[in-house]
């Protein structure tokens, strides 16, 4: 019988906790314990870099953290971080072994463009769900597209995080330099308590629908809030990565009054290409066979499907998450 996860706040900060010296792993040998050609995760400590602590990466790296060590022999642990860039860099540096990122931040990584200097040896465990790119405004601020932008105060998100890379992006995109703008790099805690008092102007966040700040956000001041379309910059970035497509984030969300047209990333978990077979497979096959489980930490994981796994553009899939992967879909 299968259980429920229920990642309630003291749950999460159970889960956390274990983090507490900074999240970064001990280098005990995850997996090695058991045959690199099973799919048998083994025992030893797995360490999740999430992202700000109210998004969805965040909710959704404890939850998973949670499935390991109710489901395996492994001790799985998750962090707050910066998000993308950070969490690939630091997986890289094998401060983590599994980073929550999005997928045109991982391209980048790939391919050694923005803010990686060479091509990073990283592989994914596959393509999890959506992040919308959510853009919100005061309603005093004068602010209708992004080119609007110049000379306000615009929250672009934590440093080295993928919503920095899409705010950034849209900035360019829109004509302006980011210099243009009094970009201010907070994290989403910050950025909501800044738009609550006045002292931003508006922010750019990627995240999961929805994205508990936001809600709370809407809840208590949505009346002097609303969205700006980025979809009319949509052409431009995608001659940056193919990887961005248009959405929408449905009224029921937030409880507004239409749905608001969004652009679109994947997300993808990221590992070290050295992770072994049997670690990258177990995992593989408990993120996607247990998807359910997920759903009962956030309604984003109902779009973790092993139909859209691989769907991953130039980052590769681990082989042992290939061979997880393949045996899913049969």
Avoid at 120 to 141: C, F
Wanted: proline letters at 5%; one cysteine or more.
């Amino acid at each position: 019988m299968k259980r429920t996860i229920r990642m309630t706040a003291l749950g999460l900060a159970a889960v956390m906790a274990l983090s507490a010296c900074g999240g970064q792993r001990d280098d005990d040998d995850a997996g090695s314990d058991a045959d690199e050609d099973s799919c048998d995760p083994g025992s030893g400590r797995v360490n999740i870099a999430t992202g700000n602590s109210t998004g969805v990466y965040f909710v959704m790296g404890g939850g998973f953290a949670e499935l390991i060590n109710d489901e395996t022999d492994l001790q799985a642990t998750s962090a707050e971080t910066g998000a993308s860039v950070q969490n690939i860099e630091q997986v890289v540096a094998g401060d983590y072994d599994i980073g929550f990122s999005l997928a045109d931040s991982a391209a980048d990584a790939i391919n050694g463009d923005g803010d990686f200097g060479s091509p990073q040896d990283i592989s994914t465990l596959g393509r999890i769900y959506p992040n919308y790119t959510q853009v919100v405004v005061r309603k005093d601020a004068g602010i209708d597209s992004i080119a609007d932008f110049e000379g306000k105060a615009i929250s672009t998100g934590s440093p080295q995080s993928g919503t920095e890379v899409i705010a950034n992006r849209l900035i360019e995109a829109s004509g302006l330099e980011v210099d243009d703008v009094k970009a201010q790099r907070l994290d989403l805690t910050q950025t909501i308590d800044g738009m609550k008092d006045g002292s931003i102007d508006g922010f750019v966040w990627s995240g999961g629908l929805p994205t508990p700040a936001l809600t709370d956000l809407f809840t208590s001041m949505g009346d002097e809030m609303e969205f700006v379309d980025p979809t009319p910059l949509l052409p431009k970035l995608k001659q940056v990565n193919e990887v961005y497509t248009e959405g929408s984030v449905p009224a029921a969300t937030y409880g507004l009054d239409k749905d608001v047209p969004s652009i679109v990333v994947p997300n993808v978990l990221v590992v070290r290409n050295d992770m072994p077979d049997n670690l990258a497979c177990g995992l593989t096959d408990l993120l996607y066979s247990e998807t359910d489980e997920l759903v009962d930490v956030h309604p984003s994981a109902k779009d973790i499907k092993v139909e859209t796994a691989t769907d991953t553009g130039p980052i590769p899939v681990h082989p042992g998450s290939q061979r997880a992967l393949d045996e899913l879909s049969q």
